[in-house]
Structure formats: structure tokens, C-alpha cells
């Protein structure tokens, strides 16, 4: 699926891309020249598309040392560039799977009254270079479905949990949103009686270096949380749902509470 950060490099906004991550894609831009130039002495193949098309040479606002990294990573990522085409550009951006909304931030009703399915192919349309533009509104600011956080704040009272009740009802036989985005130093937890479940642990050691945790989803509404985390361990063996008492989520994950199932990283 699509989150902020596909946005933010197709569109060449590298704030959080460290210098190593600009290294490897000069690197691959070198090859990836040296292949056209193979290619355009071939008899039948199709003229390669010039990289580095319509951008300048240098960046005289960067410094020399990642200049190039730079002009390489805008070069793949652009909509229409060879990486962005081709690794990002068939992604959804909202998923309904059964009962289940995914988004990686969040969805209000502006954007279920604009579609769906709308916003994925114009967010496809526009990666694949057939678009010139997504509305700011769908990718871009604080209310996107990309960067939207009013689902996910870590207290649950400061969950605007009507709102998300209208969005889901107003999405056939959606029951709960899944999102990412807002990292839930808890780990995965719900609120608003379950429907929001945010699934950020923040993995990366770029954030807080969280542990493993999967939502494993059997079905519909079977759901549980698989951890790697210790403080888990051995709690609620003994706890058993009768399953014809089982319903939707809020037996298995009560809102901000234990893990019921333990797994090793």
C-alpha cells in the first residue's frame, strides 16, 4: 500500500532520506545508464528513455556530496520514473478486504463521498506519469488519507471516534479501519470500541526500534496480535473464548490491553 513516504519521494521530498540511501541510488542510476546504453545498440529494441529527462544536471541549493544521489533518487521516483513505475505504482492507497478498511493514515467522509476506488486510480494514474496531478486533499496535508491522525493518537480520548463511526457506516459492511502512520508505543491496540486498530510499532531503528507485532486476521473477525515482545509471555495461557462467543475484535484485543498470543522474533 501507498503511505506518506511513497508520496513524499515520488514527489521528491526527501527530509527523512538519509545519505548512505542517496549513495545506493547514484549506484543503481550508473548501472541503470550503462543497461540503456547496451540496449541502444541492440537492432529492434525500443529507444531507451533518458533518466535524467528534463532535470537539471547539478542542485545548486545541495551539496556536492549527495547532489547526485539526489538527482538519481528524484530520476527513479518521479511518476513515470523506472522505480516508481514499477514497484509503487499498482499499489492501493484503501484496501476493503471483508470487513476491514486499510489506509495508512485514516479516511473521513470527504473521502468516501469522492470514492474509493476513484482514489486509488488517480493516485495509480498519476505515480504512472497519465496524471499530472492528485488533489492536495487526497495525498498531501494533515487531513489526506496518507497523513491523517485522528484515529491514532495514543489516548483514546483524543480519538475522534464518531467521525470514524459515519465513515465506517457509510462503507458496505465495513467494520473496523486498520491503520498505520502514528506509531502506538503500546504496540498494536484499538479504540473507539475497537473499530480504529493502529498497527505502528514503529521497527524501524529510525524510529523508536519497536519490536516485532503482526495482526493476524482469520476471516473476518477472528483477529489477534502475534508478538515478539517479553512482557507477554505466558500470560492469558489459560484464558480461553468460547468460540460461540466470539465477536468482531474486542474479545481478542482489548483497547490498550495485553497481547494474547507470544511468538519469537
Not at 545519505?19 to 549506484?27: H, T
Not at 506519469?129 to 495525498?139: D, F
Not at 514503529?202 to 519497536?210: L, Q, R
Request: include cysteine.
Amino acid at each position: 500500500m501507498n503511505g506518506n513516504h511513497e508520496i513524499m519521494n515520488i514527489d521528491g521530498d526527501f527530509r527523512f532520506v538519509t545519505k548512505s540511501a542517496l549513495d545506493e541510488f547514484r549506484v543503481w542510476a550508473d548501472w541503470y545508464c550503462v543497461g540503456n546504453s547496451m540496449k541502444s545498440l541492440c537492432d529492434g529494441l525500443e529507444k531507451p528513455k533518458d533518466l535524467y529527462r528534463g532535470l537539471p544536471l547539478v542542485f545548486p541549493n545541495l551539496k556536492q556530496e549527495i547532489s547526485d544521489g539526489v538527482r538519481a533518487r528524484f530520476a527513479a521516483l518521479r511518476p513515470e520514473g523506472p522505480i516508481s513505475s514499477r514497484f509503487l505504482a499498482n499499489n492501493l492507497t484503501i484496501v476493503v478486504v471483508g470487513d476491514s478498511v486499510f489506509v495508512h493514515g485514516g479516511l473521513l467522509p470527504s473521502h468516501v463521498d469522492y470514492g474509493l476506488d476513484r482514489i486509488n486510480e488517480e493516485v495509480r494514474d498519476w505515480i504512472s506519469g497519465l496524471k499530472e496531478s492528485v488533489s492536495k486533499n487526497l495525498i498531501r496535508g494533515r487531513n489526506s488519507v496518507v497523513w491523517l491522525r485522528k484515529f491514532s493518537q495514543e489516548l483514546a480520548q483524543h480519538c475522534d471516534c464518531s467521525t470514524l463511526e459515519h465513515v465506517l457506516a457509510t462503507i458496505p459492511g465495513a467494520k473496523r479501519m486498520i491503520m498505520g502512520h502514528t506509531i502506538q508505543e503500546s504496540g498494536i491496540n484499538g479504540v473507539c470500541e475497537n473499530r480504529a486498530i493502529r498497527i505502528d510499532v514503529g521497527m524501524s531503528k529510525g524510529c523508536i526500534n519497536g519490536l516485532p507485532e503482526v495482526l493476524e486476521i482469520n476471516g473476518n473477525s477472528e483477529l489477534r496480535v502475534l508478538t515478539s515482545n517479553p512482557i507477554y509471555q505466558k500470560r492469558y495461557e489459560s484464558s480461553v473464548v468460547e468460540s460461540n462467543t466470539k465477536e468482531g475484535l474486542g474479545l481478542l484485543i482489548p483497547e490498550h490491553g495485553p497481547k494474547q498470543v507470544e511468538v519469537k522474533a
